[in-house]
Structures are given as C-alpha cells and as structure tokens.
C-alpha cells in the first residue's frame, strides 16, 4: 500500500476507505502511530501484515524492544470497515493524526 489519503469524519466520527485500499486491506486491518513520517500521521497495516510484524516484535528479547516500537503496539486498533467501507479510530488516534471534520 503506497499513497497519501486525505481523511473526513462524517456524522459519527467514521472515516471512509478508499476505493483503491479497499481490496488491498480486506475485511479487518490495524491502525496505529505513523513510523518515521517526520509529523503526525496513522499507518495503516494489513492484517497479514501486522501479523507478521507483531510476530518480529515478539521474537525479539525484552532489552531490544523500544519504547517507540512499543508504543506502535500500545495505541494500535483494529478497524472492521462496515458495508460502505466505513470504520471509526481511537480518540488518541484521531487527535493524533490530527484529524477534524473537514
């Protein structure tokens, strides 16, 4: 997944998957802190994906786990997009990202 999105909270706080990641994504993915973005973004991780890395962090021993890695895992949610691709994030997230209505 490659690409910058522009995000929207409708009504009730629900932003919107792109058409171009909804495939990509499937029916569940992770959300978490942007990783060397330079400012405040959300990454957006498959779940094979987060999987796969969840499994790398755990593999590794206590004393080479980071805090900033672990703060990935600590402020991650898992999103279930409903039927028009919608799904909600944390209010950490949101304020974060800082992401308004418009």
């Known amino acids: 997944m490659i690409g910058k999105y ?3 909270l409708d009504e009730k706080n629900r ?3 792109p058409a171009k990641l909804r495939a990509e994504l499937g029916e569940d993915f992770y959300v978490t802190l942007g990783v060397n973005c330079g400012h405040r973004c959300l990454t957006v991780y ?4 987060w999987q796969t890395l969840s499994d790398n962090f755990n593999a590794l021993p206590i004393s080479q786990r980071s805090a900033a890695t672990s703060l990935i895992f600590m402020n991650a949610t898992q999103c279930n ?3 028009q691709f919608r799904f909600t994030l944390t209010q950490f997230l ?3 990202a800082k992401i308004q209505r418009d």
């Not at 498959?46 to 994906?49: G, I, Q, R």
């Open 81 to 83: 997009p409903d039927k």
């Open 94 to 96: 949101l304020k974060f």
């Open 46 to 49: 498959t779940a094979a994906e």
């Open 15 to 17: 932003l919107f998957v």
């Open 6 to 8: 522009p995000a929207k």
